[in-house]
């Protein structure tokens, strides 16, 4: 019941904080997309349950293999854009305003996106060790 109980919250976790990662991404790409937001998240919701159920690790580990090359393959795009052609520093606002200050927390959240596969990890580290 108790595993049960966790998959469910797993996947509710993983829809908000992944929803707000993909969020950012169709607004930025909104004149790629012909479809609605909401059917965009409903399709990304349907490729995601099965990769938040896999419980195997040996199935698992190919697609963190994979995940954290692309991550490593955008962070190295994301720094070399923000390096380019920068302004300095005393020229810009400290605080830009209120409205933008849910972005940041939207951002926030998703970096701490890896806690439930590591919280699942611990859960099973005892049973994995007792066979």
Known sequence: MLDYLYSIINCCKTFQTCNIYFLFQVVEA??????????????????????????NLRILAPFSALANILTIVGLVITLLHCFQGLQPASSLPAFNSWRTLPLYFGI????????????WFVLCLPKVLKS
């Open 108 to 119: 926030a959240i998703y970096a701490f996106e890896g806690i439930g596969v590591v919280s």
């Open 30 to 55: 909104k004149a790629s997309f012909s479809m609605s937001v909401r059917l965009y998240e409903l399709c990304v919701f349907a490729i995601l349950i099965p990769f938040v159920l896999l419980r």
